[in-house]
């Protein structure tokens, strides 16, 4: 079982939508996790931090479930701009190597 | 422009030759992360930096790969005898370590390509 996995879709949504991606990891004693987002051909940035009360930034929510290892992201309200691949990050040991997911990838048409 | 640079953007070689690649962090960075990332999946980790000791390497990572970052500035990292399978984008990402994991920056990229 890999370390972090998600479903690479793609996630072919019409604007407006609300679309969730899940991402799941292996190791319990993950202890911080990231939502990136990747734009095609260009490097990775930072979505959004998971805690784990969760997190909302304007139309994006992120959530995590310890007992079930996975973290999720919601995107209320999908707009066209928001096509992109999104990669989940866990962070785990003492040292916190981050570990990427492969990327869920979405697409939002007119 | 403060963000990470790399440098080449691309760089094309021929199976057996040694290639290095260049990354500048951001100045006040205490991390640095190098990266490769092929079509279709995520960014797999390669080795950190914190200031100019490498902490940790991955066990994947063959010993043809050697990565240094001198005086904790800029980082390199050097391929040799390279392969076809070496064929890959490689990044690099800084961070600002205070004790837990935060938002890492990553630069454009070094396309490898190896003929």
């Known amino acids: 079982r890999k370390e972090v996995e998600q479903d690479p879709g793609p996630f072919n949504v019409p604007e407006g939508a609300t679309v969730a991606f899940n991402c799941t990891y292996s190791?319990?004693?993950?202890?911080?996790f990231f939502w990136y987002r990747q734009d095609c051909r260009k490097e990775p940035k930072l979505l959004m931090s998971?805690?784990?009360s969760g997190n909302e930034d304007g139309r994006f929510t992120a959530q995590l479930n310890r007992a079930s290892q996975y973290i999720s992201l919601l995107i209320r309200d999908s707009k066209l701009s928001d096509s992109a691949t999104y990669l989940c990050v866990v962070n785990a040991g003492g040292s916190y190597i981050p570990t990427f997911g492969r990327g869920t990838s979405l697409i939002v048409h007119p | 422009d403060t963000g990470v640079s790399q440098d080449p953007r691309h760089k094309i070689t021929k199976r057996g030759q040694n290639v290095t690649f260049r990354c500048d962090p951001i100045s006040e960075h205490n991390r640095l992360y190098w990266y490769r990332q092929t079509l279709g999946q995520g960014p797999e980790f390669l080795t950190y930096?914190?200031?100019?000791?490498?902490?940790?390497k991955s066990r994947l990572l063959s010993d043809r790969f050697s990565a240094e970052r001198p005086k904790g500035s800029f980082s390199t990292l050097e391929i040799q005898r390279t392969e076809q399978g070496d064929s890959a984008m490689y990044l690099c990402?800084?961070?600002?370590?205070?004790?837990?994991?935060?938002?890492?920056?990553f630069g454009p990229g070094t396309r490898l390509t190896v003929l």
């Open positions: 990402a800084s961070s600002l370590w205070r004790g837990s994991p935060d938002e890492q920056f």
């Open positions: 998971v805690y784990s």
């Open positions: 190791n319990s004693a993950s202890q911080s």
């Open positions: 930096f914190q200031n100019e000791a490498q902490l940790e």
